[in-house]
């Protein structure tokens, strides 16, 4: 059973701590004390690798509905004053500003990365990650929630609108690009049987000598027919 709510992180040798939030705080404390942990640089992560996890208490500080972790986690955080935390708590990062030191390790680590991949590695890299989202980059169910309530009752800009719109547009201009260059199929509109396969609607347009979009109609729904015969994608 999930429970969501606030929980501290305690170091038992100096008594400084920290304040977090979870819709499943027993995950969330599962996933502190996971090895890839000691891999983040963060204080708190500093701390378990300095002291050792045997040394922290966790606990739950409070359940609470989903809707309220935010405000309770910038209570808890503004009241206790806790020493591990590096941001003001709520939905992103609020308050947080990163040291010079630390964007340089970031740097650093980064170029060490690049450094050792292989030539396929760098080009699958530079495939899935620089020309869009993070492909295959697993989102946690908690930052999905912190995102939408973000969001929630957030208006857009008309300039933002008017990015989105071209963005899309652009999206759907490409996708039919691509779409035009797949194969399709002549079907008899009376035996609904497949007559031939043409690699591309130009092909099949050169073919019966009209204009490609003729046939894309079809394709697209907006007609019934063309050129005497049904038409789809292969």
Partial sequence: MKISGIYKITNLTNDKFYIGQSIDVVKRIRDHKSPRSLLRDFPIYRAFKKYGLKNFKFEILEECPIEKLNDKEIYYIQVLKPHYNVNEGGVGNRGHKVSPQLKKRFSLLGKERWQNMTDEQRANFCKNNLAGPRVGHSVSESTRLKLRLANVGKKQSADTKQKKSISAKEACKNFDMARRKCPIIQID????????????????????????????????GRRKSSCGYFWRYK
């Fill in 189 to 220: 509109k009376t035996t609904n049987q497949i007559i031939k396969e043409y690699p591309t609607i130009k092909c099949a347009a050169d073919h019966f000598g009209v204009h490609p979009t003729c046939i894309l109609g079809v394709l697209k």
